[in-house]
């Protein structure tokens, strides 16, 4: 008896997962991910035998979703997606990921171009009340998983490598604050920008795409920017990122306490 | 950890160290430093202690927690000569606060319908929540302009109040100083339609009954009497002091202002400097916004009661 079963490299993620959509079989929060590289059918402890390339990044690239998507078009819609903005170091090692899958000889991989996009629901859809809604969902990615296809959207892992968080909410008594992680400046923007958006998505509307930040104070002075635009046209729950500049220097990484003023 | 010396009940004396130009002095039992969550605010009090010009102590009330570039409950003099103004060392909501006034009405002789209908008809005229505001009737570069000529009684005269209220309020509702110009367009279109509004976080508007006087003496004074309904509101200058502080910090930033400073929160520029100065002018226009809020919150009052 053959023990190939389907397998997949997948991102697992945390996001900000709306309470509610509008239609279909929804997918359990857990079994919610990014599809890397898929192998088919394949031998587990074959696979695992082997060094299992990890990424060069440490911290947990973040984005958020830009779009619905129906599969395989929006007139025969089976599953609905949502389809994700730039992620940055992730497109590098999934490429990594996929040549190295080549190089091992998994013969039934999938070798189509990477599309990256989250498997939210399946069939049966009414795609139009899936449009009504908004489609932004920030997220990041936790860990990167070996999973195993139980069928029925469920899925279990064989292998994971976990990654840090790029933002985790400390207490703060009388406002709200964060512990951002990056590698660089533009890092702690994007991500602080990100740890924004779980506490409210439609601010995703007024990111910022600069990515030119000298120091911490040109990051504070353009997420106020982000948060003065969005104020001013519909009002979030943010007013102002303090410049509190309490930073740690890690090895690879930066970790800065983030307040503000609710 | 902190070195703290009791030297009176409930009072700690925090060691002048490094550049602190001062020591600290925490007020507490120690009953409550062992509730707080403590290191946070105790560091912001040394961080405080370190301004230019500070004078006797960096204090920390009872209610101390952690807070923007001074803790929540943090207190400071500075010499009005060498000492330093910070826009945004206590947070960014400029001149916020909380007004009670009085309704001469028992509590008790309101009935239930009527209270209820009370609160429906201030929820419905008095803006509240993230954002919420005066969509339909913003305010103009002339209101703003008059406002800040005239202080409260601009209020009054449109109606949001009685002439009366002037003689409750802080210098009768007219804070000499203020300067519209020294303000950005992004703060006045952030604040335009917020005039009367209440805003979201810890803001509020409340209506209750006095339930026990303990200065017997003062109350009488002040015309309040157990079982009197009170109103008590709490707002603040909203997105335009948010706004006017911003500007001020990223400008004092660029300055340079911040440096040396253990927290660049505490950004602060010499009171007797021109930039110094220009931050009572913004937020002199942010003091008389605030007084509106508490004392007219239009149209609420004259259309409610």
Redesign the interface.
Known sequence: MSNEKRLFFSAELTAAWPQNFPSGRILEEENRHMTLVFLGSTSPSTLLEKTIPLPSFDIGPASYSTKWIFLPSEKEARAVAAETASLGPLLDYQQALAQWIKTEGCPSHDARPFFPHITLARGPLDVESWKQIPCEIPFYIRSIALMESLGHSRYQHLWRHCLLPPFAEI????DI?FLIRGSNFYDLFLHAQIALSFKFPALIAYFSKEKNFPSL?TVI?AL?EVI?RA??D????F??V?????MAYHLNHLEWKM?V?? | MSKLKPIAPATYEMTQEGSMKVPGLIIATPKLLQAMDIEEPLNQVRNVACLPGIVGYSIAMPDMHWGYGFPIGGVAGMDAKTGVISPGGVGYDINCGVRLALAPIKFKDLQSSVREMLIHRIFSLVPSGVGKGHKQKPLTEKDFQNLLLKGAKWSVEKGYGFARDLDHIESSGMIEGADLSAVSSLAKDRGKDQLGTIGSGNHFVEIGAIEKIFLPKTAEAWGIEEGQTYVLIHSGSRGFGHQICQDTLDEFIKLGFAEGLPDRQLVAAPIQSAHGQKIFQRDGCCCKLCIQQPAADPPSRPASF
């Not at chain 1, 207490?171 to 009388?174: I, N, Q």
């Not at chain 1, 303090?242 to 309490?246: A, F, K, L, P, Q």
């Open positions: 207490e703060h008594t009388a604050a104070d002075a106020n003065a104020d001013l519909i009002g979030i729950p007013k102002a303090s410049y509190h500049d309490e307040i003023d609710v």
